[in-house]
C-alpha cells in the first residue's frame, strides 16, 4: 500500500537513513582509531618511559660512582708568633749577624721577631712538625649523605732529619692549637684530641664525633697537625666514611696532591737559636753541647 500511496517517500526515507548509518559509521571509526591511537600511545609510551628512566638511572649511578664521595681543600697555616724552623744548612757569619739584629727590643712588640721568620722563610727554612698546623675543609660531592668516623695516620716512608740549624721562638703562653693531632710514632695512629684545659688531650677524636656531608650539610672543618720530633716523615691521612652502601675509606693528601711532610728536629744540630721574649728580649745560642752564648741586655 505504501508503494502505491507514496513511492519517492519511501524511498526518500530510505536514503536518509543510508546516509545517517554512514555518519554513524564514520564517527565510530574516527573514535575507535582515536582510541586504538591512544592505547598503542599508552602501550609503548609505558616502556619508553621505563625505558628513559632506566637510562637516566644508569647514567646518575654511573656519575656518582665516578664522582669520589668528598673532596678535602688543604690549606697551611701560618705558624704563629712562636714557631720552630730548621734549615738543612748552617747560617753564615753574615746571616748570624742580620738574625741577632732582629731580637727584639721590646718583649711585647712581634715586629722584629715576625721579620725575624720572614727572614729565615727566605733564607729557606721551613717549619718543625710541631709548628706545622693545616686547615682541612670537606665537602660532599655525591647526592647521598655520608658520615665520616674516623681518620688515622697512614706513614709513606720517614727518614733522619737533615736540619742542622734550628731556630726557636719561646711562647710566653700558650699558642693556638689544632682541632686533632696525629703521633706518627704510632702504627695508625688515630685523630687525637688537641684540649689543654678540658682533660681530653689525647683521647681519639671520632671516638665521640663524626662529621656529616652530603644532602645539604655544611663542610666539615678540622685543624690538623702531626706530631714526629725524632724523624722527617710523609704521610696521608686514611679516612673512614660510611654511607648507605656501607663502610669505605678514602686518602686525604695535601693540597698538591703530595703526602704531608712533617719535619723532625734533629738531636746533632750545629747550632741552636732561642729567641727569648724574656727581659727585653734577646737571643740566646746554644751547640749540641748546650754551650751557650747570648743574653739579656744589661
Not at 715576625?114 to 682541612?136: C, F, H
Not at 660531592?141 to 727518614?159: N, W
Request: proline residues 6%; aromatic residues 8%.
Amino acid at each position: 500500500m505504501a508503494d502505491v500511496v507514496d513511492p519517492d517517500g519511501v524511498d526518500s526515507g530510505r536514503g536518509h537513513g543510508r546516509i545517517a548509518a554512514r555518519w554513524a559509521y564514520g564517527i565510530g571509526a574516527a573514535i575507535a582509531a582515536l582510541l586504538i591511537s591512544g592505547v598503542v600511545n599508552i602501550w609503548f609510551a609505558g616502556p619508553t618511559t621505563r625505558a628513559e628512566k632506566a637510562t637516566e638511572k644508569k647514567l646518575d649511578d654511573t656519575e656518582q660512582k665516578n664522582t669520589p664521595a668528598f673532596t678535602a681543600r688543604i690549606k697551611e697555616e701560618d705558624p704563629g708568633d712562636w714557631p720552630l724552623y730548621v734549615l738543612d744548612r748552617p747560617l753564615s757569619e753574615t746571616e748570624k749577624k742580620k738574625l741577632l739584629l732582629l731580637s727584639g727590643g721590646d718583649p711585647h712588640s712581634l715586629a722584629e721577631p715576625r721579620a725575624a721568620q720572614r727572614y729565615l722563610r727566605r733564607l729557606g727554612a721551613v717549619t718543625a712538625s710541631r709548628s706545622t698546623t693545616y686547615s682541612i675543609a670537606l665537602f660532599g660531592e655525591r647526592k647521598s649523605s655520608l658520615s665520616i668516623t674516623d681518620m688515622h695516620a697512614k706513614i709513606i716512608k720517614c727518614r733522619k732529619p737533615q736540619a742542622v740549624t734550628v731556630v726557636d721562638f719561646i711562647s710566653q703562653g700558650n699558642s693556638s692549637v689544632s682541632s686533632v693531632f696525629f703521633d706518627l710514632a704510632e702504627v695508625n695512629g688515630p685523630a687525637r684530641v688537641i684540649d689543654l684545659d678540658g682533660g681530653r688531650h689525647g683521647e681519639p677524636y671520632f671516638k665521640s664525633m663524626k662529621i656529616d656531608l652530603g644532602e645539604g650539610e655544611s663542610p666539615g672543618a678540622l685543624r690538623v697537625s702531626a706530631e714526629s720530633p725524632e724523624e722527617t716523615c710523609e704521610w696521608v691521612i686514611v679516612a673512614e666514611y660510611r654511607n648507605s652502601q656501607g663502610v669505605f675509606k678514602a686518602e686525604i693528601k695535601n693540597s698538591n696532591n703530595k703526602p704531608f711532610v712533617a719535619v723532625g728536629t734533629p738531636k746533632n744540630y750545629k747550632e741552636r737559636w732561642t729567641r727569648v721574649p724574656y727581659e727585653g728580649g734577646y737571643w740566646q745560642i746554644c751547640d749540641p753541647a748546650d754551650k751557650c752564648t747570648g743574653g739579656p741586655s744589661r
